[in-house]
């Protein structure tokens, strides 16, 4: 009884520290509730404009609900910004909402530089990457009709 009732008390613990763990921003863009998301993540942006994370997911944010100009705009910042490349993909979506936006020079340019990045600078997840850069060089084709 007594190890039953540790147990319990244990797995209450871990839950309650796993939920504070993510913010209402994090939580509010897991259920697809994009335009309250980037309220929230803008908040923090403006608290701290240091925060890659929420400017980037401000970007995704902004990106999912197809308004591309300011996704685009907030792309930029993480890919200037992140000078540990912790967020690679920062580049390709950015080139990807210049097409997006009809700025194809810039996205096809953008797009040769996503592709030249080094594979270690994809971290672990290679495999992951190859769909992007298979997808990148379909968007930079596009660009060109």
Request: net charge neutral.
């Amino acid at each position: 009884m007594h190890l039953r009732l540790h147990t319990i008390l244990i797995l209450l613990v871990c839950q309650t520290a796993t939920g504070f763990a993510q913010s209402p921003a994090d939580r509010y863009f897991e259920y697809e509730q994009f335009y309250r998301a980037a309220n929230l993540y803008k908040e923090s942006f403006v608290k701290d404009s240091t925060n890659l994370y929420a400017v980037y997911q401000l970007a995704e944010c902004y990106r999912r609900l197809f308004a591309y100009e300011t996704a685009e705009k907030y792309y930029k910042i993480v890919y200037e910004a992140d000078t540990s490349f912790t967020y690679p993909l920062s580049l390709y979506y950015y080139a990807l909402t210049q097409k997006y936006n009809e700025h194809f020079r810039e996205a096809i340019s953008n797009f040769d530089k996503y592709l030249a990045y080094p594979e270690k600078l994809k971290k672990d997840k290679i495999e992951a990457y190859r769909y992007y850069d298979k997808q990148a060089t379909i968007e930079k084709n596009g660009c060109y009709f």
